[in-house]
Nanobody
Framework: QPQLAESGGGLVQPGGSLRLSCATSGFSIYDFGWFRQAPGKEREGLACISSHDGSTSYADSVKGRFTISIDTAKNTMYLQMNSLKSEDTAVYYC????????????????WGQGTLVAVSS
């Protein structure tokens, strides 16, 4: 399983932007993505990028606001988050597994330690 380490979380005002980073490896083997978990709520799969063709998939809740990308030269995956809302407040995890369906289900074999994103005025 790949090692994953997130960074970039913090406090941001509603409507603001934040970019999360995930240092990892194995981009040619696994599909990578992000999920989040808010207090008292279940994990929510957010985005996935396919190792096969680079195609991306998003949950409806973040489609059009979040963008997933990979820089293979830096062994880093990103989640650009724009137009943030208070309901986006959660701990965000990068994740990896075989298949974007699995990554977006948030029931994955590998994930990082998480980074907290708080959206508040």
């Amino acid at each position: 399983q790949p090692q994953l380490a997130e960074s970039g979380g913090g406090l941001v005002q509603p409507g603001g932007s934040l970019r999360l980073s995930c240092a990892t490896s194995g981009f040619s083997i696994y599909d990578f993505g992000w999920f989040r978990q808010a207090p008292g709520k279940e994990r929510e799969g957010l985005a996935c990028i396919s190792s096969h063709d680079g195609s991306t998939s998003y949950a409806d809740s973040v489609k059009g606001r979040f963008t997933i990308s990979i820089d293979t030269a830096k062994n880093t995956m990103y989640l650009q988050m724009n137009s943030l809302k208070s309901e986006d407040t959660a701990v965000y995890y990068c994740a990896a597994d075989y298949g974007c369906l699995k990554v977006l289900s948030a029931r994955v074999g590998a994930w990082g330690q998480g980074t907290l994103v708080a959206v508040s005025s």
